[in-house]
């Protein structure tokens, strides 16, 4: 299996706990004497960079938040003089002011290496063509991936999202061997294929390395059945540094993290209460290498869960689960907490269902109605009344085990669901409205 820094990413445990504290505490003396909202926050709980003596003591430090990063826009988190700072980026700020992000030209050498490495363990080589079908611009996402793949020698084809069948053209004519894209993206992608009567033999993709928002085991298995490719999954965020935080390798069982450069935590959401490793929580991450902006103990709102194996890959990071949700896009119904994710996994074993589905929620008198809109085959679609209603009882069920609570369920044709060129929208509510 290759990797990208193979000492780096096959270090024992003991030396990486080592070399974890170490940057650990370089990272508090950096943010306690240079930012000064770090300054304040420390002081408030009196504490110093010399009391973490230990990788448990980071306990003793209170978390950072993305409010935090609002309230000091745009420039109050960074940790370098701002003539240091050789790149910026931000997130779309669809919920308020936007969280700006920059980067020290060691910074930016430091993630084109934590992207080649997850590029790596997905399959890709310099040998490939890259097709970015991601934004480019203030997003991480399409710039991070683009100088990992020039990194490890790949040629990269910048093509950026939207205009899908010139995007097919462009994969047809250029030979394209990785797609990089969101999985919503990609479905998309294949069934512009279908209608443009295109077969996935026409295509020269090999791997797919998807993000940017959480998808499940019946996308990844359409998607490779459609495209004909190897698909992976990898994470990451602007504010904590963009892609290049964890990815899976090509044994697609959980996404190694680059914990060298990355401490992180589960902790229980509505408590703060660190978590053991192997339970379900909320992803809390600190950077300890990061110059220009370094995040302590930063609440990502990623449902995930953390744990260690012996990867037939060799890699000895500590691996952390697709997430399954965030603490913010959770949808409370009846008092039942609800994730999308959740609604994906109970359908994934159904026939006859495609990964197409859309969630309503609006109000019934003093009740909340959740009601689910599911495209299902053509045949299915067409099929009589009675297997119909036999699916459709057994969906209603199944999705009754998984939220606790019965959902009304529509069958609607293939196709007639929106689609996503970046995140996939799953929700629709509209008690509010």
Known sequence: MRMWQMSEETISLSELKQLQLERLQSTLNRVYNNVEFYNKVFNKYNITPDDIKSLEDIKKLPFTTKQ????????????????????????????????????????LETWKNLVARIMVAGGVSKEDIVH????????????????????????????????????????????????????????????????????????????????????????????????????????????????????????????????????????DPDTGEVLPEGEKGELVITTLTKEAMPLIRYRTRDITRIYRDNCKCGRTFIKMEKPSGRTDDMIIVNGVNIFPSQVEEALKEIEHTTPHFMIYVKKKGALDMMEIHLEVSENLFFDEMKRQKEILDQITDRLFNYLGIKPKVKLVEPKSLERFEGKAKRVVDERHQ
């Open 68 to 107: 935090d990063l609002r309230d000091n826009y745009p420039y109050g988190m960074f940790a370098v003089p701002l003539k240091d700072i050789v790149r910026i980026h931000s997130s779309s700020g669809t919920t308020g002011k936007p969280t700006v992000v920059g980067y020290t030209k060691r910074d």
């Open 132 to 267: 970015i079908a991601f934004t480019y611009g203030l997003f991480t996402g399409g710039f991070g991936l683009h100088y990992g793949a020039e990194h490890i020698g790949a040629s990269v084809i910048p093509v950026s999202s939207g205009n899908t069948r010139r995007q097919i053209m462009i994969m047809q004519d250029y030979r394209s061997t990785v797609l990089i894209c969101t999985p919503s993206y990609a479905l998309h992608i294949a069934e512009t294929l279908e209608s443009m009567e295109i077969s996935k033999n026409d295509l020269h993709l090999k791997y797919g390395l998807l993000g940017s928002e959480p998808w499940g085991e019946k996308i990844r298995n359409e998607i490779e059945a459609k495209l004909g490719i190897i698909a992976t999954d990898n994470y990451g965020l602007s504010e904590i540094i963009g892609p290049g935080v964890s990815g899976e390798c090509l044994y697609k069982n959980g996404l190694h993290i680059n914990e060298d450069h990355f401490y992180v935590e589960v902790i």
